[in-house]
């Protein structure tokens, strides 16, 4: 049964600190996804990881992929209120049309 | 620009009723999934469907069913509803290019609330 799991499900920081959550999964794939989930709203994709070693970044969030480790890292640095909500990382397996999703970070940024 | 449309937005239905939820995928896009998720919970994928034609199914249950029309839109199709199946569930679509899929677009949602 294909697993991806995230650490932690819960994250409360301050402004300004630093943090990362990782994502593991336990099937073979080469495409990870990280999406944003405000309360009550809809998903919104954040990065897409398509290659061993692939890194992005945009303004205080980069994600990485290690597909041997089966391992993707969102860093957080010098974290702001707005960051505040939930974040899943979707891998995605077969034929490229089924998606599974991590147990999600709860993440609150506290002033 | 367009994004993805779910219709309706809220429903809500008795035990053992029947439910449709629309989807209207972003125009070109040619792969389509849906979610189901429950409060606090992951996304859990039920079902996608690529060029019209049904791609691959997850955790969907025998009480759902969903197709794909010749315009792109989807309906997902939910009969003998139970209490547990109040959730939230999401549309996606997405542009495969290359052999792999940029991202997924989600919808705003349809809150389906099982009294």
């Known amino acids: 049964e294909l697993k991806v799991e995230q650490n932690p499900l819960f994250l409360s920081m301050q402004e300004g600190k630093n943090y990362t959550i990782y994502c593991n999964y336990s099937?073979?794939?080469?495409?990870l996804y990280w999406y944003r989930q405000d309360p009550g709203k809809s998903l919104e994709s954040l990065f897409v990881l398509l290659s061993n070693g692939a890194v992005k970044q945009e303004g205080r969030l980069m994600a990485s992929l290690d597909t041997k480790a089966r391992l993707s890292t969102l860093h957080i640095t010098a974290a702001v209120h707005d960051l505040s909500a939930t974040y899943f990382c979707a891998v995605e397996v077969n034929t490229g049309n089924q998606f599974y999703f991590g147990t999600g970070t709860s993440l609150t940024v506290i002033p | 620009a367009a994004g993805v449309i779910q219709s309706p937005r809220h429903l809500i239905k008795e035990k053992r009723e029947t439910a449709t939820l629309k989807c209207y995928p972003i125009p070109r896009h040619d792969t389509v999934y849906w979610y189901q998720q429950g409060p606090g919970q992951d996304p859990q994928f039920l079902i996608s469907f690529y060029e019209k034609m049904q791609s691959d199914k997850g955790s969907i249950p025998d009480r759902f069913s969903a197709q794909q029309f010749s315009d792109y839109h989807s309906e997902l199709n939910m009969s003998s509803l139970e209490l547990g199946d109040s959730a939230l569930y999401f549309c996606?679509?997405?542009?495969?290019?290359?052999?792999?899929?940029?991202?997924?677009?989600f919808g705003p949602g349809t809150r389906l609330t099982v009294l």
């Open positions: 099937t073979t794939s080469d495409r």
């Open positions: 996606a679509s997405s542009l495969r290019t290359a052999g792999f899929t940029d991202t997924q677009y």
